[in-house]
């Protein structure tokens, strides 16, 4: 698989989670403060749009929304 298609999983499973849990990215924004994480709304769009972001960005999403695991498949 190339980059590119890495990169668009890794955009799928967070959005994903976001919607299975009814996160906006405003939300996710407020979410993200509680733990410490400080971040901008446009930039997160942002992020989330191009599908490039660092594992710390994915797991601190997850953990901010409540996500204990991570389903990579179906199969």
């Known amino acids: 698989m190339t980059d590119t298609k ?12 976001l919607k299975k849990r009814n996160v906006t990215y405003g939300q996710l ?5 509680a733990i410490g994480v400080v971040d901008s709304e446009p930039n997160i769009r942002n ?7 660092t594992a710390v ?3 601190q999403c997850l953990e ?3 996500a ?7 199969g």
């Open 68 to 74: 204990s695991s991570l389903r990579l498949s179906d």
């Open 47 to 53: 992020k989330l749009a191009r599908g490039k972001f």
């Open 6 to 17: 890495w990169e668009a999983q890794v955009k799928g499973l967070l959005k994903a989670e």
């Open 57 to 59: 960005f994915l797991v």
């Open 29 to 33: 924004v407020e979410k993200l403060a």
């Open 64 to 66: 901010a929304i409540g």
